[in-house]
């Protein structure tokens, strides 16, 4: 089975500063990640993916991430964040064949003045 | 193109009460997800249905079921409801296949009392 870890529950930062939500999977077949956002009283919106190819992958919003095979991880990363980035953020992974998604518990992400 | 669409937005029951949920897919899309999303924690898969046929279900009991339309739309059903449904309850649509996007609705929000 397939699991999914974000250690980080809240990540406070400056405006216009960096950040790095962390994500680390579990499985022992090969994978397909996601980073989802969810803002306040709404859905999922897909942020970015990694199917395959080129490890570094780019999203909206200016956001990227990095999947390392190595320490099983697909941290996000964005050089300058705005207020409007404040939202939860999930990490999930499907694994081999299967079609569901297996989410993180979510990183809460709070940019401030 | 018309997005993920749910109903109702949010709903109130009483223990013991029967739901359901709807959701209309984005055009194209063979594929429907659900997930329960509790208060401060990532989405859980309930099932998936594709054309018609359940396709995949998580760890719910035999009480949450669900349906899909010809026109790939789809009902979640829950009998018997317990405080601990209280929930956002999350479609997903996608074009089968593992690693596909999936795209999500707003959500229905479910209260039991």
Request: proline share 4%; glycine share 8%.
């Amino acid at each position: 089975a397939q699991s999914v870890t974000q250690l980080d529950s809240q990540v406070p930062v400056f405006e216009e500063a960096p950040v790095e939500l962390r994500c680390n999977y579990s499985s022992s077949v090969s994978v397909y990640l996601f980073w989802y956002v969810q803002y306040p009283n709404q859905g999922l919106q897909l942020l970015l993916k990694y199917l395959s190819g080129s490890t570094l992958v780019k999203g909206i919003n200016g956001f990227e991430a990095e999947f390392n095979k190595s320490q099983t991880s697909f941290h996000l990363r964005k050089p300058s964040v705005h207020i409007s980035d404040t939202a939860e953020y999930f990490c999930a992974v499907v694994a081999g064949t299967a079609s569901k998604l297996t989410f993180g518990t979510g990183t809460r992400l709070q940019v401030t003045l | 193109e018309t997005g993920v669409t749910q109903s109702p937005t949010h709903l109130i029951k009483t223990r013991g009460q029967q739901v359901t949920l709807r959701c209309s897919s984005q055009s194209g899309h063979n594929t429907v997800s659900w997930y329960q999303q509790a208060l401060g924690q990532g989405p859980q898969f309930i099932f998936q249905y594709y054309r018609e046929e359940e396709n995949g279900r998580g760890n719910f009991p035999p009480r949450f079921s669900g349906l899909q339309f010809p026109n790939y739309s789809s009902e979640l059903n829950v009998n018997a409801l317990e405080l601990d449904d209280s929930a956002l309850y999350l479609c997903a649509s996608s074009v089968s296949g593992s690693g596909e996007t999936q795209y999500f609705g707003p959500g229905t929000r479910l209260l039991v009392l």
